[in-house]
């Protein structure tokens, strides 16, 4: 959003109704203005000087020109002069400065600035207010403790007024400021709600211009993100149901900031999420993940993860509806955060049931999850993609066949052994891994890691063994030919161990002397006899 402008400005006086009572006094104004111009065109002449010797380093050093220069003292009569321009000028340069990092932000604070800004608020004009507006904003916007100054001064009390002003850029501007607020944290927020700003927020999105929904929208946003009882407090002004008529809107910044909204209600609890899937948001918030701003897809994902993760009932809504579909469409076609939302909804999902997890497998979605752990360079993306894998395939031996299959197994392996990988990354494909490996009775999946995996895992593949070979004899004969018994004579375990218990389960599955002959060293015991052996004549 462009910064306030100064469109619209007027000759002096004509905007505040000043009446001169004579030349002299219009002269002597000029004058004085003239004068606070030529100062600050002054400093702007050494920066432009500054800027053609250092180029790239211009900015932070013209601005440290500036502070030093004591702009700030200079600038604040400047908000009371009768000429409009000149105060709208004032209030524009302080929030251009104020938006540019935190120090020259607590300048203004510091300055007493502020207090007279919003003394200075309830008379001027449009132009006047939505450069006040954003110097609010730009203070606001770096830290909670900037926030909170412009709460103290009374800002909010002016700032909900704004809202109901007739010009759309100043209720833009208000509701800009109010959403920088708003999202730091949850006290904010309240300060927020309890100056009234909520009811009028709600109206604002009901306007026909583009810009001023798009900032409600934002700003409702961001009060509903830090709690339910705030989440609350935007549903009970009826948010939802216009939130809802806008996800078809052509507009992409937009639908961005109305997916937001809903996914920021939807996260706290089953009763919020269920009020948003009430407004029938199904299947239409779906056709955002064929959206071509990338935004609009990873947040319509969200949107759809946050209801999907509180119960059954509310994944298979959404699978009855197409949702798991669409969202491996969605992440098949996207790379980067984008797929992040939508692997974890289809974690959610597959987490809750056996039914709903086979609806991920049966809809193809293994593959996609795969393919996000080759692809991403990413670690907490791969390590979203193992955790929804691990989710799919800890229910049922089909359900860990239908991973296995797809050749993940050694993939994730690779993942936990591999020493650049994120502590977070290999905790989920441990974990993953265990979760497949324990309900996982496809053999010839388990057999290559026999010859990689460390001891913690090493017992989960042995494990399995030790379940399906005894009641199995074509796979007893496949693990011999194969090379498996072999290699799992070659596993040292701890003498009474599990892993140990289970080697001796499968050992015990086999003539002891076919034991003995994949057994380390058999083959030099062998040798050792036929040197030793005496041909009988």
């Known amino acids: 959003m462009a910064d306030c402008s100064m469109e619209g400005s007027k000759r002096p006086g004509s905007e505040v ?59 604040r009569p400047l908000l009371l002069d009768v000429v409009p321009t000149v105060q709208q000028t004032a209030a524009l340069a302080l929030g251009r400065l104020a938006n540019y990092n935190d120090d020259l932000a607590e300048a203004v604070v510091k300055g007493d600035i502020l207090p007279q800004l919003v003394c200075s608020l309830s008379e001027q004009n449009r132009f006047y207010k939505k450069a006040a507006a954003f110097v609010l904003r730009a203070v606001a916007k770096h830290s909670p403790q900037l ?16 809202l109901e002003d007739f010009d759309p850029g100043v209720k833009e501007g208000a509701s800009w400021a109010l959403g920088y607020i708003a999202r730091h944290n949850s006290e904010l927020s309240q300060a927020v709600v309890d100056a009234g700003a909520v009811p009028l927020l709600v109206l604002c999105i009901q306007e026909p211009e583009i810009a001023l929904k798009r900032i409600a929208a934002s700003t409702l946003s961001d009060i509903s993100k830090h709690s339910p009882e705030l ?39 089953v009763d919020l999420a269920e009020l948003v899937v009430e407004a029938e948001i199904f299947p239409v918030v779906l056709t955002c993940l064929k959206d071509s701003d990338e935004y609009v897809k990873k947040n319509g994902a969200t949107l759809i993860r946050e ?14 509806a197409g949702g798991v579909a669409a969202v491996i469409d969605c992440i098949g076609s996207c790379r980067g955060t984008v797929r992040l939302p939508g692997i974890m909804m289809l974690g959610y999902v597959a987490a809750h049931s056996e ?44 359900h860990a066949r239908a991973v296995a299959v797809a050749n993940v197994l050694p993939t994730l392996l690779a993942l936990y052994m591999d020493t650049r990988s994120s502590e ?71 003498p009474g161990s599990l892993l140990q218990e289970y080697i001796n389960t499968i050992n015990n599955c086999y003539p002891e002397e076919i034991v003995r002959y994949y057994s380390p060293g058999y083959s030099e015991i062998l040798l050792e006899r036929v040197e030793n052996y005496h041909p009988v004549l």
């Open 147 to 162: 926030a909170q100054a412009i709460v103290q001064c009374g800002a909010l009390e002016m700032l909900v007024i704004y």
């Open 17 to 75: 109704g000043v009446s001169y009572t004579g030349l002299a006094v219009e002269k002597l104004q000029e004058l004085v203005v003239m004068e606070s111009l030529l100062l600050l065109c002054k400093l702007l002449k050494d920066i432009v000087g500054i800027k053609k010797q250092f180029r790239l380093a211009t900015q932070p050093l013209a601005l440290k020109i500036l502070q030093n220069s004591g702009v700030m003292s200079l600038l």
């Open 307 to 320: 209801i999907a993760k509180h119960t059954p009932e509310l994944s298979q809504l959404i699978v009855n």
């Open 424 to 494: 977070d990354l290999q905790m989920k494909t441990k974990r993953a891994l265990k979760n497949i490996l324990q309900k996982c009775t496809y053999l010839p999946a388990l057999e290559p890691l026999l010859h990689d995996a460390p001891p913690n895992i090493m017992k989960h593949i042995v494990g399995q063994f030790s379940k399906v070979l005894p009641h199995d004899s074509k796979a007893r004969r496949l693990f011999v030919t194969t090379g498996g018994l072999k290699k799992v004579q070659e596993i040292k375990a701890e």
């Open 231 to 269: 989440a609350q407090t935007v549903v009970d002004a009826g948010a939802i149901a216009h939130l809802a008529q806008m996800i078809l809107n052509p507009d992409a910044k937009l639908k961005r900031q109305v997916l937001s909204a809903l996914s920021q209600i939807a996260k706290h609890s």
């Open 355 to 398: 039914n709903l997890s086979m609806a991920v497998i049966v809809s193809k979605g293994v593959p996609p999850l795969c393919a996000c752990l080759i692809e991403e360079h990413e670690d907490h993306i791969k390590a979203a993609a193992a955790w929804a894998l691990g989710q799919v395939g800890r229910h049922t031996p089909e």
